[in-house]
Structure formats: C-alpha cells, structure tokens
C-alpha cells in the first residue's frame, strides 16, 4: 500500500506576510527560527526576515519544520477569505506542518506543507460546519481527497504534455473563460474557494470530522481506473451541471446531470437547456433534496460566514439600468455604454448559463462561462449563473431583475442536498453514487 501523500498549499501572498511561530522551527541544515514572530519581505529575489532580535536573508523556496511536530504551529496574519464572495474578511490562521517562504512575482508567497489526511481535516471543517452527520462528513472526505488527488495527476499530466493550455478564448465579439486551478505552478492548491477552503486548525475540528477522515482513510472514488475529478457546489438548486459546461470542454461520464430527488418532479420538463424548460424551472420550486429551510440542516453545512446568505434554492436581484451598466463596466472592464439587454445564448443541462449577450448602447457582447457570467453580474459573485431575466420599465425607470436557482455552479456533489441525505438515513456511499453516476469507491493508500 502507498504512503499517504505530503501536498503543499499556498495560503497568502503579498509585498510582506506577518508569521509567528509556536515552538522553534528549523530547516534542513538547522538553521533555526525561535518562537516569536517575523516579518518576510521580498528583496531582489530574496526572502528577508526581520524580528526584534533577528534580520537575516533566506534562500526563497526554504522549508521550515517544527522541531516538535506534536506541539509546534505558526500563525499567519491577515489571512483573507473569501476572495471576491460577499463574506471577504481578513482572519489570523493557524496551522501545523511545515511553512515554505516563496519569492515570486516581487512578493511572498507562504506554503503549508502537510500530510493529505491532515489537510482533509481541516477543509471537511472550513468548507462547513463541522457538525454535519457522520455519513455526510464521510462522503466529504472522499470526494474532497478524490479532488485533491485528480488535480495532483492532472497537473502532473499537464507538464508532461506539449499542448498549452488555455482557459481563455476571446474574440471582438465573444469572451469565453473558465477558471480553475492550474495556475498554481509552485504549490498544489491554494487555500479559498478557487479550490478547497482551507483554514488550517482556526476551524475548530471536532471528533465527528477526525471519525470520518480516519474511517474513509486513503478512499476515493474511481471511474475507470482514474481518480474522479470529484466537483461540488453549495446547492445545486434541484439538479446538477455537466463538467464541459463550467470548465474545459472534456467530458467526465460520472460528472452528468443529476435530478436531486428520488423521483422526476411533476410538471417539468427536464431538458433544461430549452429556455422555455429552464424558465418554468427555475421559477418553480421543485421538490429536492436541497430545497429545504430546515435550519438544523442548514447549520450543519453553512459556516457562520456562509449563513449570511438564505435563500439559495431560488433568488432573486434587482438593477437599475443605471446600477447594471456601471457594475458590469466595472466587473469586465468594458464599457458596453448604457445596457439594453441580457439574452441567454446558451444553457447549460441544469438551466444555467453558459453564454450570456450583453446588449448595450456602445458594443454587444457574448461573455461566458458560467463563473464569468456571474462575475460580471454581481459585486462579488452571483450565487449561480441559473437565472432568467425580468425587464420592466423604460428609459431611465428600467429594472432588471435576475431570478435563479441554486449557490455555485452545480457540478457534482450538491452539499446541502447530501446534508438532507445524511439526515434522511443515507449511508456515504449512497450518497456518492447518487450525485456520480458510474463511480466507483476504492483505496489509494
């Protein structure tokens, strides 16, 4: 049997980065840091440490360990979560492992470095309550070590291959961009959203969680050999999106769409990339697992930041004219002068938008895909990019009012709907096998 894998996940970057340490920490030829805290700056390629009683030049790229691993932690300051989401605020963290200073890009950049089933611990707790049922904490951990694990592979692959690759195609009429990880070239993942949330030990883990990682140890799921690029979303909104839909056009057969509920709901027409379907859909209120108000539910999955936001099965936002056209100036750098329209170009399997027209007075433009549309929508980011477009008034008086389904763009596991799940008596491969299709559970190490 394999060893369980080290990863590296780089948590902050910037022109300097606060750190303390808990314990003493040395790097491979002990040259030792003492408990205290430092400053890390950047000069000319170089790390520089400062404290009250030290200021020395590091060699970018060295590894601090704790010299007792039972005990040792650093703390980094002003670490920000939440990047662009309406929760963004700035956290002190703390974490174990080993800490790797950088120096790219004229800044610092700090790296955790840790064993994959300590960090599992940890995102099961960043990425929600920690106090979900044991079922739902487990298939959380499959799926966020299957994750972990395919990106690994994946980028591994990438290096190997000739081929660039590109996240974004645009033309004078056209902007088309996904997002995804692979611009992490000195770490594996990075620490908010753009990844796995992860927050080091400042998320109090509890025994359910520890119960669940070590239960589920080195397990992941497989399709065909291949470790599962194993997606999720906050909630679905009643059924789940293509993987090809949201990021590159590759088909992944156990990422399809997926009605959340046992049965076809009553009156829909599932072809939801019909704008007549998707309309009827999305102003609907389905039955699903994941359209539930029960707050005990709810509160085993949302984090305190994550319950700010309600109602997420179906939403609604209102824009001026006025409000609309300076937000997307703004959020796309485009100025599109006075916006007349949003048309839906295509839909993706779930409703949700792959291509949006943005009509204005100056240029009209296609904008996709599904993260690119949202954030052009919203300050932040727009819960989903399953909307329909309500225009009312005229002139001046005009009012766009966007109304959707679901929180994230909906691929693979819908968290809220696997939290009902686990409450409804659904073991973790039950849950699985519900939201990946075709998949099948094994062990890595």
Known sequence: MAVTPVIKVGILSGKEIK??????????????????????????????????DVEKSIT???????VDVTRGTFTL???????????????????????????????ITAVNILPVEDYLKSVISSEMSATASAEMLKAHAVISRSWLLAQIDKTKNLHKGTRGYKTLFKTEDEIIRWYDREDHAHFDVCADDHCQRYQGITRSTT????????????EI???????????????????????????????????????????????????????????????GQPPAFCNTDDRNVL???????DQTTRDFFRWRVTYTVDELSDLIKTRTGIDFG??????????????????????GTRKTMTIGKELEIRKALSTTHLY??????????????????LHGAGWGHGVGLCQIGAAVMGVKGYSYKEILLHYFRGAALGKRY
């Not at 003493?24 to 520089?48: C, I, M, P």
């Not at 970018?60 to 704790?66: N, S």
């Not at 670490?79 to 605020?89: C, L, S, Y």
């Open 19 to 52: 750190f303390s340490l808990s314990g003493n920490f040395s790097d491979l030829r002990n040259d030792l840091l003492r408990e205290g805290t430092y400053l890390a700056s950047w000069q000319k390629g170089k790390v520089l440490l400062a404290a009250p």
């Open 60 to 66: 970018p790229g060295t590894v601090y360990h704790p």
């Open 77 to 107: 300051h002003n670490v920000m979560i939440g990047i662009n989401f309406h929760w963004q605020k700035e956290e002190d963290q703390v974490f174990r492992g080993s800490l790797q200073l950088l120096a790219e890009n004229e800044g």
């Open 207 to 218: 025994s359910l969680v520890e119960q669940a990682v070590n239960q589920t140890h080195g």
């Open 221 to 283: 799921l497989t399709y065909e050999g291949a470790i599962c690029d194993a997606r999720y979303s906050k909630c679905c909104g009643g059924v789940t999106e293509l993987f090809e839909n949201t990021w590159e056009p590759f088909n992944h057969p156990y990422l399809q769409t997926i009605i959340d509920n046992p049965e076809v709901p009553e009156g829909y027409r599932m072809q939801l990339s019909d704008e007549v379907n998707a309309r009827n859909w999305i102003l």
């Open 299 to 305: 509160l085993q999955v949302l984090n305190d930041y």
């Open 338 to 359: 006075m916006i007349r329209d949003l048309l839906p170009v295509q839909r993706g399997a779930s409703g949700r938008l792959i291509k949006l027209k943005v009509a």
């Open 384 to 401: 989903s990019s399953a909307f329909v477009v309500e225009k009312t008034g005229e002139g001046a008086d005009t009012r766009f009012t």
